[in-house]
């Protein structure tokens, strides 16, 4: 092909990809991974066939432009990344500051229960917590071994089938808000009495603080997500019930969205205290002051994040709004 007819059928679609790059706004990426990809293709035919043409330059300079719309669109994912973490979710976590606080409140009452019915029934843990579970830990305490359960299985594994699990439970409690709110905290409830009657089971058989250090490396985080995802259920229930100035359906889909975020929010913490359990809990001959360290970082940075810091981010965007 001459090269005055290569120009002749491509100048209208160069033409329409300058109009396109002109226009405000940022294209829709596949569109412009294409415009890329055709570009490059027409300039490789060009240098190869034509390679003192002008229009080589023409092309080089239409090709880098849209690169470089390609790299702005990817730093604006970027931003938009970075400030839902250090904006728009602690925004979220201000506003839920009351489903969160009852979230709280519903699992250190409901371990309390637990601890207080396994003290004044033997059989409460069994029922709780199992038979097979309980003879093999008291099996393991015989051994000399009492958190041998942590040491079973591959740590990769063990570290799917634990992330899987906490998913599940943190979504299950979620969708439990579907059903009036009352669904989250019956669940959560639940698993704060398991986890009162775990904790009373290791005390009476004078193993409370092995119990503690070692369960709670990872059990800080794995009840924190668990707790977070008892107050999107909240968040969820609360506004079907209580739609305010919004109708029903409006207030619904807004608090659906609030709390999917907040799920959103916790899946990095559910992932850490997978990583947790499964790589570190296994190591129960680690000196307490490690451990310590560890439950003493993972509790605070809880706290910072999920209740300081929304505090600090609403003040400082009230501040500026007014």
Do not use: C
């Not at 990817?74 to 973490?85: A, G, I, M, Q």
């Not at 799917?160 to 969708?175: C, D, G, K």
């Not at 503690?212 to 985080?221: C, E």
């Not at 490690?290 to 981010?313: C, N, R």
Request: aromatic share 14%; no cysteine.
């Amino acid at each position: 092909m001459r090269e005055a007819q290569f120009v002749k059928a491509n100048y209208p679609k160069w033409k329409s990809f300058e109009e396109l790059l002109q226009q405000k706004g940022a294209a829709a990426p596949d569109q412009l991974a294409d415009l890329f990809v055709q570009l490059t293709d027409d300039l490789a035919y060009a240098r190869t066939h034509y390679p003192s043409s002008q229009i080589i330059p023409y092309l080089n300079g239409l090709a880098a432009s849209v690169h470089q719309r390609i790299y702005r669109n990817k730093k604006e994912d970027l931003s938009r990344l970075l400030t839902f973490w250090t904006q728009e979710l602690p925004l979220l976590f201000a506003g839920a500051r009351r489903p969160l606080l009852y979230s709280f409140l519903i699992f250190a009452v409901s371990v309390a229960i637990g601890a207080l019915s396994a003290e004044y029934d033997e059989t409460y843990a069994r029922l709780i917590l199992g038979d097979g579970y309980v003879n093999m830990t008291l099996e393991n305490i015989e051994k000399g071994d009492p958190m041998a359960v942590y040491k079973d299985e591959d740590m990769l594994s063990m570290f799917a089938a634990i992330a899987y699990n906490n998913l599940r439970v943190s979504f299950t409690i979620f969708a439990a808000g579907l059903v009036f709110a009352v669904g989250a905290g019956l669940i959560l409830f639940y698993n704060g009495v398991m986890v009162g009657a775990f904790q009373y089971f290791f005390l009476k058989q004078g193993l409370f603080w092995t119990s503690f250090l070692t369960i709670w490396v990872h059990g800080t985080l794995e009840m924190a997500s668990f707790i977070i995802a008892g107050a999107a259920g909240l968040v969820v229930g609360n506004s079907f019930m209580y739609p305010g100035t919004y109708p029903r359906r409006t207030s619904f889909a807004r608090g659906v969205r609030t709390a999917v975020k907040m799920l959103v929010g916790v899946l990095p913490i559910i992932v850490a205290a997978a990583v947790l359990e499964s790589y570190v809990t296994r190591y129960t001959e680690w000196h307490w002051a490690a451990k310590g360290a560890i439950i003493l970082t993972s509790a605070l940075f809880m706290l910072y994040y999920f209740v300081i810091y929304p505090l600090k981010v609403e003040r400082i965007h009230h501040a500026a709004a007014h």
